[in-house]
């Protein structure tokens, strides 16, 4: 199996600070630890994988044009 490449990417503020308020409340509920790894936008992105609405989030991203393509 090939290595994953390690190379930094940039992540939308808005999105970065969404999943931040998520980590959060995520703490303040006692679904996790007080830890760096555990409130990373990492640990909280691969959550979001796991969740029910991302699949059907991704399909709907396949077929859905930008707004400005829209007029």
Do not use: W, Y
């Not at 939308?12 to 409130?39: C, V, W, Y």
Request: charged share 40%; net charge positive; aromatic share 4%.
């Amino acid at each position: 199996m090939r290595k994953l490449s390690n190379k930094p990417v940039r992540v939308d503020p808005i999105f970065a600070q969404t999943m931040g308020e998520i980590a959060k409340i995520r703490l303040n509920k006692g679904l996790s630890k007080l830890t760096k790894e555990e409130l990373s936008i990492r640990e909280q992105t691969r959550l979001l994988t796991k969740t029910d609405g991302f699949k059907k989030s991704l399909e709907e991203l396949k077929f859905k044009p930008k707004r400005e393509n829209l007029i």
